[in-house]
């Protein structure tokens, strides 16, 4: 049995799903389940979504277990005890694979394999661990694992249609223009290495707009009022029409994921895992604009990831090799 940690909020779940369906479709036959056991003992986001939203039936470790047994991983589970550790104490044998130097390595009395980096590049091999058991602690980032299979994830992961009339109008705007969709995200990016000021967001649109002129953005954010009155120092207000896209709280926030998926080009932090997903669901995505958090504006080195998707925004952001910029394949 294979088991995929399943936690976080939708784009974490989707990237989750997707390592899951890829091992299920390069490996026909193969075992897979996922460890839902974060949604019995943590309350944050909007809990479990892939059925709600996608329809999707996975197989979860809470309907492969009797109600017993997992009333019992769960009560560990709040202890702070991980599931493989529980199960171990169960007498199954199971091999733990770390995707990260989580704490949880060190609460699993178990072998434990670690993978190099924060976050996993694409490496099918580790689907094939010699072992009859594994737990796979893992946060799975890279694009490759959607595009293996892209066409089939895209079908897979279709969002509901659009009901409110705000919305159904969010995205008339973003289909019938050149639209570039902005993402913000500040809730528990800020004091950390993970937001990015002011000047970054501006020197995006800037170079942006210098491609594509006719641009017209639309700015997501969970702080929609620090956008509005940043605008200026953030460049937003550059473009010939500026869209602020409000109204999509929860338990219906997935909806701007939805609509960020309908943009030409995306400008966002390289840190948010939100509209990372976004662009990977995106069949029309041009440009993929990564703002690297942890660089200075200053550093010509390291300043901007850019990931080129046509070979129009290939030749327009080329340009930026000669000052040292980083183009990200």
Not at 47 to 61: C, D, H, V
Not at 70 to 91: A, N
Not at 250 to 266: A, T, V
């Amino acid at each position: 049995m294979k088991i995929q940690i399943l936690a976080g909020g939708l784009a974490n779940q989707i990237r989750h799903y997707l390592f899951v369906r890829f091992a299920e479709r390069y490996r026909p036959g193969s075992e897979w389940w996922f460890d839902d056991s974060y949604f019995y003992t943590h309350k944050d986001h909007n809990g479990y979504e892939m059925e709600r939203l996608f329809g999707a039936r996975l197989n979860l470790l809470s309907d492969f277990f009797d109600g017993r047994t997992w009333e019992k991983i769960v009560e560990q589970r709040k202890r702070g005890v991980i599931l493989p550790q529980t199960l171990l104490d169960m007498g199954t044998p199971i091999v733990l694979f770390e995707g990260r130097l989580y704490i949880d390595q060190a609460r699993f009395s178990g072998k434990t394999i670690l993978a190099e980096g924060e976050h996993l590049g694409f490496h099918p091999e580790y689907i094939d661990l010699p072992y009859e058991n594994v737990y796979y602690h893992a946060e799975w980032a890279s694009r490759k694992w959607f595009d293996a299979y892209a066409e089939e994830n895209r079908q897979e992961l279709r969002f509901p249609p659009l009901q409110e009339q705000q919305n159904i109008e969010y995205a008339d705007m973003i289909n019938n223009s050149y639209s570039v969709g902005i993402h913000v995200r500040r809730t528990g990016f800020l004091d950390t290495s993970w937001d990015i000021s002011a000047d970054q967001y501006q020197t995006a649109c800037r170079q942006v707009l210098e491609g594509y002129p006719d641009a017209n953005f639309f700015i997501f954010s969970d702080d929609i009022a620090w956008c509005k009155e940043n605008a200026e120092l953030c460049g937003f207000n550059l473009a010939a029409s500026t869209t602020y896209v409000t109204g999509n709280v929860e338990p219906n926030n997935y909806i701007d994921m939805q609509l960020l998926s309908m943009c030409n080009g995306m400008i966002r932090n390289a840190e948010s895992s939100f509209s990372q997903v976004a662009g990977w669901l995106d069949p029309k995505l041009e440009f993929d604009y990564k703002i690297c958090p942890k660089c200075n504006s200053s550093d010509p080195l390291c300043d901007y990831k850019i990931s080129t998707l046509t070979t129009q925004a290939q030749q327009f952001f080329s340009m930026y090799n000669s000052l040292g910029k980083r183009l990200v394949p």
